[in-house]
C-alpha cells in the first residue's frame, strides 16, 4: 500500500506512522513493538543519562530487527554524550527537539543516520532544513507536552510549501481519518504519542493510562506560557496550582520547582493528581488500549474507507 511513500522509502519501514518520543515511556518496550509493527518506533531520550539510553537502544535491538529511531532533547544536560551513545550504537534514525542539531548532524550522517527534527513554525523548519535536516516533523499544539503555538491544520501545509524534504505531521493524530487528512495536507506520514500511551506494551502506570481513558475533549489545559516553553497537560492539582501561580506572577525558578520530577511522578508512581500528566487534546476521541500492533492495522486497514469518504464527499458536492 504505501510502497512509493517517501517516509517510507527513505527509512526502509512498512507505514508512514511514527510513534512520539515521550519522556520516561517511549522505552525500548513501546519502541521496538512499534518497529515490529511496520512503524517507526521512537525512544524517548528526555534527560536520561547516556548508559540508561545506551541500555535501552541495547534492548531495542535485542526485541526488534527493524529500524527504530532516538529522540533526543537538545535541551538536555546530557545531550552532548547522548548523542555519542547514538552515534556509538549507530542508531540509523534520530529525531530532535527543543533546539537545532545543526552541529550533530555531520557526525550523524557519517554513521548514516537519518535527522529528523520536530518544528513548530515554517521559519523553523526552513533553517533546519538548511542545517542537514532528512525531514521534518511539524506538530501543531494539539499535541501532548512540550507545544509551539500554531494549530495542526495551518500549521502542515505552509510547512509542506516551505520546504522542500518530506513532512511528517503530528499533534492530534490516532485513526484512519487523521492519516487521510495528513495526507490531503500534504504530509507523507503521522507521528503520533497519545494513541501509542494507550497501548498494553506502553509501561506507563495504569493510573496515568485510565486519566487519558477518561479525558474529554477539554481535559487537557496548557502550563508554563509564562516561561517560554508552553505544555499541554491533564487539568488537575497540579496544573491548578501552577496556573494559579502564573496567574499570579510566580518567578520562574518557583514554577520550574514546582514541576520538576512531576512527570515521572505520573508515569511511574501513577500520581495523576500531583504529577504531569502529558497527553495531547486527542484523547478526548480514545477509548480502549489495545496491542501496538492492533493500533496500527485499525489505521491501515481503516485508511481506504477514509478516503473513500474523501472521495464520496467531493463527489456529490460535484453532482
Not at 111 to 125: E, T, Y
Not at 226 to 237: D, F, M, S, W
Not at 278 to 291: A, H, R, W
Request: a neutral charge; one cysteine or more; charged letters at 20%.
Amino acid at each position: 500500500m504505501f510502497e512509493n511513500n517517501v517516509i517510507c522509502k527513505l527509512l526502509n519501514i512498512k507505514y508512514p506512522i511514527f510513534q512520539g518520543g515521550m519522556a520516561w515511556i517511549g522505552t525500548a518496550e513501546l519502541a521496538s513493538a512499534v518497529s515490529n509493527a511496520g512503524g517507526l518506533g521512537l525512544i524517548g531520550a528526555g534527560h536520561m543519562p547516556p548508559d540508561v539510553l545506551r541500555k535501552e537502544i541495547q534492548k531495542c535491538k535485542g526485541w526488534t530487527d527493524k529500524p527504530f529511531g532516538v529522540n533526543i532533547m537538545l535541551m538536555s544536560p546530557f545531550v552532548k554524550e547522548v548523542m555519542q551513545v547514538v552515534i556509538d550504537e549507530r542508531v540509523k534514525v534520530v529525531t530532535t527537539g527543543a533546539g537545532n542539531p545543526g552541529e550533530y548532524v555531520p557526525a550523524l550522517k557519517e554513521i548514516g543516520a537519518k535527522v529528523i527534527p520536530v518544528i513548530a513554525s515554517v521559519a523553523l523548519a526552513k533553517r533546519l532544513v538548511k542545517s542537514g535536516a532528512d525531514a521534518v516533523i511539524a506538530e501543531g499544539c494539539e499535541s501532548g507536552g512540550h507545544i509551539g503555538e500554531i494549530s495542526t491544520m495551518p500549521l502542515i501545509p505552509q510547512v509542506v510549501d516551505a520546504v522542500e524534504v518530506p513532512v511528517i505531521a503530528a499533534g492530534g493524530f490516532g485513526d484512519s481519518r487523521g492519516l487521510a487528512a495528513a495526507f490531503a495536507l500534504g504530509a507523507h506520514a503521522i507521528q503520533m504519542g497519545t494513541r501509542f500511551v494507550l497501548s498494553k506494551e506502553c509501561i506507563a502506570h495504569p493510573n496515568y493510562k485510565n486519566i487519558v481513558l477518561k479525558a474529554k475533549d477539554r481535559s487537557t489545559v496548557v502550563t508554563g506560557r509564562t516561561l517560554g516553553h508552553p505544555a499541554r497537560v491533564i487539568a488537575n492539582k497540579l496544573t491548578r496550582t501552577y496556573l494559579e501561580m502564573e496567574a499570579a506572577g510566580a518567578s520562574a525558578e518557583e514554577l520550574e520547582k514546582l514541576g520538576v520530577g512531576s512527570l515521572h511522578k505520573a508515569t511511574h508512581e501513577g500520581d495523576v493528581e500531583n504529577g504531569s500528566v502529558m497527553i495531547g487534546q486527542i484523547s478526548g476521541m480514545l477509548e480502549d488500549i489495545k496491542t501496538v500492533k492492533e493500533i496500527i492495522d485499525d489505521i491501515v486497514n481503516g485508511l481506504p474507507a477514509a478516503v473513500s469518504n474523501l472521495q464520496s464527499n467531493y463527489l456529490g458536492d460535484r453532482e
